[in-house]
């Protein structure tokens, strides 16, 4: 690991001099650097020896919290974890992406550098902080005086599932709020971020297109929202953002490679795992699956270029899509505070608890 400390050392000697290039802050940018270098050098295998399951983390953060877990069973045997009381109006259904990070959030982010590299893009569970920030976004929605639950989706990691496993079990899970619950899909909103944009996006297609070995799933009404958080529209790191951004985000080429190449398998790249490749026609007709859409990018991530592209797309076919690109952010920025410590709540969780509170 002396790469590592190499990497750490020289940043914190160049960083105050990066102007208008590199991360937010100090502490960000010298904890980007070295989860770059550590995320270039990793594998598969080790990423996912030093990460929990996403059910063995919502079950600590229930008894750190104090509530009792409500989980239900898919027909395949994955999860969806309730956060809040089930029984309420409104009912966000989620799915996670990448846990690049996480510190002891016992502690004060900037006061301490104990940053430890987690993985993402399909491969790895939800971390504690992750399942935390969901937590609090619903506690807030509900304190703001809104009637919501949040159903938290544990699917199958690559590349023990590949695609199209997880659109199956995002399937399930709506299909199991809407006919077990008994939730109108006018009351569901779906989201994700990065990798969970991805399916969120994926599960929108399906529910415009069926996709040939997926069970269908027919909605009675559109669904409330949609919202995607940095999603992941494109594995190819081609795009200008990727060398433009490649000091002020945290995502190495060489990683995004080996989490796509997981998480495909021997699968071709279609519209349903790669919206970007999709003609203007494919989404047409949208606006009978979703009523509104939220497309959130930050202006410093690699992947900044592809989401413009994906929310133009979007816009197009659908008049009540809003893209945010927040200026010189990195990927999920404001989750990621959450995973750094941060206590101060960032403007972009602010963002969304104001957007989804609008649509509830």
């Known amino acids: 690991m002396e790469y590592v400390v190499l990497t750490a050392v020289g940043r914190m000697i160049t960083s105050p001099l990066r102007g208008d290039t590199g991360a937010t802050t100090y502490f960000k940018d010298v904890a980007y650097a070295v989860l770059r270098t550590q995320l270039a050098h990793m594998s598969l295998a080790q990423e996912q020896y030093m990460n929990p399951s996403t059910d063995e983390n919502y079950l600590e953060l229930a008894k750190n919290k104090g509530f009792q877990p409500d989980s239900v069973v898919l027909s395949d045997g994955s999860k969806g974890h309730w ?40 491969v790895l569970p939800a971390s504690p902080g992750h399942v935390t920030w969901a937590f609090e976004l619903n506690q807030s929605l509900n304190k703001a005086g809104h009637s919501t639950s949040l159903v938290f989706l544990a699917y199958t990691t690559a590349p023990g599932g590949q695609y199209p496993t997880q659109m199956t079990q995002a399937t399930e899970l709506l299909r199991h709020v809407i006919e077990k619950e008994g939730k109108k ?38 669904l409330r929202a949609a919202v995607l958080i940095s999603p992941w529209v494109r594995f190819a790191t081609t795009d200008d953002s990727a060398r ?22 021997g699968a071709r790249l279609d519209e349903y795992n790669q919206p970007t490749i999709a003609d203007d026609d494919w989404f047409k007709g949208l606006e009978n699956v979703v009523s509104e859409i939220l497309v959130w990018g930050g202006g410093g991530e690699v992947l900044i270029d592809s989401i413009v592209e994906i929310a133009k797309k979007l816009q197009k076919a659908h008049p009540k899509t809003e893209l945010i690109v927040q200026p010189k952010v990195g990927h999920e920025e404001f989750i990621i505070d959450t995973l ?21």
Not at 244 to 265: H, K
């Open 83 to 122: 956060l809040g009381n089930k029984g309420a109006e409104k009912v966000i259904v989620y799915f996670h992406g990448m846990c690049i990070l996480e510190q002891d959030t016992t502690r004060d982010a900037e006061a301490d550098g104990d940053v430890r590299t987690k993985g993402g893009g399909y």
């Open 244 to 265: 433009r951004n490649a000091t002020s985000d945290m995502l190495p080429p060489a990683a995004a490679q080996r989490w796509s190449e997981a998480f495909l398998g």
């Open 340 to 360: 750094l410590g941060y206590k101060e709540k960032a403007e972009g969780t602010v963002l969304m608890e104001n957007w989804i509170g609008a649509r509830l």
């Open 185 to 222: 899909p006018s009351d569901i909103i779906i989201g994700g971020d990065s990798a969970g944009g991805n399916l969120t996006l994926a599960l929108m297609s399906h529910l415009l297109h069926p996709h040939p070995k997926l069970p269908k799933l027919e909605l009675s009404e559109p």
